[in-house]
Structure formats: C-alpha cells, structure tokens
Nanobody
Framework: VQLVESGGGMVQFGGSLRLSCAAS????????MSWYRQAPGKERELVAV????????NYADSVKGRFTISRDNAKNTVSLQMNSLKPEDTAVYFC?????????WGKGTLVTVSS
C-alpha cells in the first residue's frame, strides 16, 4: 500500500495550493479518503473527508468555504484544493485511506503560509 502526497510548498497569505495524493496497493474506489494536517506542537486534525463515490464531503469548520476535496477513482487520486490560505493553515498535510478495517497514511507534504 502506498499513499504519496505532493503539491505542498510555501505560499503567501491569501494564496492557493493544490495537494494531490496518489494511491496504490488497495482498492481505492472502496476507500473513504481524507486529508489530515498536523501543525507544529499540535495534534493531527481532520481537514476534509470524501466518500467512496465522491458523492459526499465534509470539512473542518476552520476550512469550510476555502478548501475543496475531490477524488478521481479512475486515476486513484484524491486532491485538496486550498484557497484563501492563512498562516494558521501551516502544517504537514497527510492523506488517509480507510478501507475496511485498515487505515493507511502517507508521509505528508508540508504547507507553509507566510504573512
């Protein structure tokens, strides 16, 4: 099983980034996919989740209206479009796959938002 995140980087306040997660080694279309983040000195928190078909999404209150999660089951990818970024969005962002009883994580990609 592999989850590989990409797209992180440094951006100024108000900017945008698009994170992607490429999945392999499991049945992606049967997995609920999520993005989490962990800021320095803080616990990992759920940012966004998308159901198996992409028909339903849910977001943390802190990112609602700014972030959009999407998936492409044909390409085994899940993305997170992040707009209107704030310094408090600075964190390592992780891709997560929940497939049956199993839970898989990527290694993360760093997003830094400067003021």
């Amino acid at each position: 099983v592999q989850l590989v995140e990409s797209g992180g980087g440094m951006v100024q306040f108000g900017g945008s980034l698009r994170l992607s997660c490429a999945a392999s080694g499991f049945i992606f279309s049967k997995s609920v996919m999520s993005w989490y983040r962990q800021a320095p000195g803080k616990e990992r928190e759920l940012v966004a989740v998308i159901t198996r078909t992409g028909g339903s999404t849910n977001y943390a209150d802190s990112v609602k209206g700014r972030f959009t999660i999407s998936r492409d089951n044909a390409k085994n990818t899940v993305s997170l479009q992040m707009n209107s970024l704030k310094p408090e969005d600075t964190a390592v962002y992780f891709c997560n796959a929940a497939w049956g009883p199993s839970d898989y994580w990527g290694k993360g990609t760093l997003v830094t938002v400067s003021s």
